[in-house]
Every structure is written in C-alpha cells, then in structure tokens.
C-alpha cells in the first residue's frame, strides 16, 4: 500500500514575509497517479477541512475538499476546489514551488484566475498585484515572469490541458478517502 505523506504548504509574499499557511495537506506518492498524470513533474497535493492560518495569525478552516497542483518551473499553482456545483479552479501566480523536507513554499505574486465550475474565467486581484509590484519593488524579470505565469495558465485552461480534468481532480480525492479509510486514518 502506497504511503500519503502530510505536508506544510507556506506562501510568502515577496520580501519574504509569510502570506499563508495550509497546515495539513496530504503529498500523492508519485506511484499513485491518474493516467492523464504519468510521466508529469508535478506534485499533486490534497486536503480537506485543513486549518489554515493567516500572515496576521488568524486561522480558519478550508470549506471544501482542494487538490493542489504544484508544478516545478513554472509560475503558478493550481487548487481544484471540489463544491457541490463542480471543480472550481483556483490559480494563483506564483514563483515555482520549493520543496524542504515537508513543506513547500512559494512567493505569492498576488494575481489570480478564478476557472468557475461553469467554465467562466476571471482574472482577479490585478489592483493588488499593482499596488504591490511598486510597494516590493518587483524586479523586471520577475514581471516578466509573473505576465508569463498568467499567460500560460489561461491558455492551460482555455485547451483544457493539464491539470485542468475534473475527472482526475475527483479521482485523486478519491483515492486519497479510500486510502484514509483503509489506514484507519480519520483525521483529515
């Protein structure tokens, strides 16, 4: 039986101060993977009603089970939010995962693309990416980076490339719930 690994995943932003923490999230071994993934440098993350606490110290829970998608080299992330409506895709641009023992980290560059359950997509939060590429005085490659994070996440989700498959998304949390019951681990 393949063995799931609970990791930290922290977002900072880009002088270096933390944004964000998920606190228990589960690492898919790299021997379970949906057929559409084999073969892919990606880690494929899951968790479901993880506490996750804020840069300021607040904590909340996650409403909904999530399928994290990290993806080494390129500018963004993706989180598949499974709702009652559907997969809703949440994207955030961001400099490519670092991984150290059990946590990943990544620089939250602000800028995100909302994929709805619908198929509608919405960029948001370009006033906060604005206001802070002056305030942390973002260097030009990292714009560049960032315009090319955001161009290619659009055009993934417009061809539906990968990881943007509801079907794998549902399959992995699947997965994930059997091999929680079977190891008599209840707790998410």
Request: hydrophobic share 40%; net charge negative; charged share 25%.
């Amino acid at each position: 039986m393949e063995h799931y690994r609970q990791v930290l995943v922290k977002s900072f932003k880009h002088d270096g101060h933390l944004h964000r923490v998920w606190l228990k999230n589960w690492l898919v071994p790299p021997t379970v993977r949906h057929p559409l993934f084999c073969g892919v440098d990606m880690h494929v993350l899951i968790n479901s009603q993880t506490p996750i606490v804020e840069s300021d110290g607040k904590q909340w829970m996650s409403k909904v089970p999530a399928v994290t998608f990290l993806i080494p080299k390129l500018w963004f992330n993706v989180v598949a939010l499974i709702e009652e409506q559907g997969v809703r895709y949440y994207c955030n641009i961001a400099s490519p995962p670092y991984e150290y023992e059990d946590t990943f980290t990544y620089i939250d560059y602000d800028l995100d693309v909302i994929r709805h359950a619908n198929g509608h997509v919405a960029v948001v939060d370009r006033d906060e990416y604005n206001h802070n590429r002056l305030l942390y005085h973002y260097p030009d490659m990292v714009e560049r980076k960032v315009a090319a994070g955001l161009e290619e996440v659009l055009a993934r989700i417009q061809a539906g490339e990968l990881p943007f498959q509801d079907e794998a998304v549902e399959w992995y949390y699947h997965k994930w719930m059997q091999w929680m019951a079977e190891s008599g681990n209840a707790e998410y």
